[in-house]
């Protein structure tokens, strides 16, 4: 079946700008998880959907960034004002959501490569 | 400071030999530990988990080892294969009631040479 995907792949953006980049979940997990992975590092926990609400948005680093999931499976992350340490690859992942977050397997995307210039 | 720190940060090996990961984490309570596999420009995949009271756990060349007293795992890859070349990072769930929190580790970057 279809695993999580996520697009685009890769964005190129000047900083201060807006982007948006956008998780397609697997069909019936409930939860989505959007991580930040800089290079040579493991993912940085961003936000944890259950279902259409956030259940733990600790991870946002600063209310540049946002995230929506409005009917519970398309996922949106938002930065505004983008700056350069933005630039990092972003992670999204979905799971069963039966055990609240971290308790079921984590089923990843291939990541958008975000570069702010 | 990170809970969760992997070692060696990269290591090469050649085809067919055997190579071991370590993890040592400080995460607590304790919930599972997973170690997942993530090939340059993709998202990580699952290996294996185990909780608190499993030992070891296999999945195909790989197997993964657990001491929940020393909070200490490793992952053993046999026989090397060049498809082995990736990122391994060890991820540690705390739960605390029905709150999980995950810390992953910075992962160890294995390069298999022919």
């Known amino acids: 079946g279809a695993g999580v995907s996520q697009t685009p792949s890769n964005k190129v953006t000047e900083k201060g700008k807006y982007v948006e980049l956008r998780c397609d979940p697997i069909?019936?997990?409930?939860?989505l998880y959007w991580y930040r992975q800089s290079l040579g590092q493991g993912p940085e926990f961003l936000i944890y959907f259950q279902g259409t609400g956030a259940a733990d948005d600790s991870g946002l680093p600063n209310d540049r960034f946002f995230a929506v999931r409005p009917e519970g499976s398309v996922s949106t992350l938002k930065i505004q004002r983008t700056e350069r340490g933005d630039s990092a690859v972003y992670l999204c992942a979905s799971s069963l959501g039966l055990a609240g977050a971290g308790g079921d397997t984590q089923y990843f995307g291939p990541g958008t490569r975000l570069t702010v210039l | 400071k990170n809970q969760v720190e992997q070692s060696p940060q990269s290591l090469i090996i050649l085809e067919g030999k055997n190579c071991t990961l370590q993890c040592n984490y400080t995460v607590s309570p304790f919930s599972n530990l997973r170690w997942y596999k993530q090939d340059t420009g993709r998202g990580p995949v699952s290996l294996t988990i185990?909780?608190?009271?499993?030992n070891t756990k296999s999945n195909g060349r790989y197997t993964a080892t657990l001491d929940a007293d020393t909070k200490q795992s490793s992952l053993h890859i046999t026989a090397s294969q060049l498809s082995d070349s990736a990122s391994y990072i060890c991820?540690?769930?705390?739960?605390?009631?029905?709150?999980?929190?995950?810390?992953f580790g910075a992962g160890t970057t294995v390069t298999v040479r022919a």
């Open positions: 185990m909780t608190f009271s499993e």
């Open positions: 069909s019936g997990h409930t939860a």
């Open positions: 991820v540690v769930t705390r739960v605390n009631l029905n709150d999980y929190k995950l810390s």
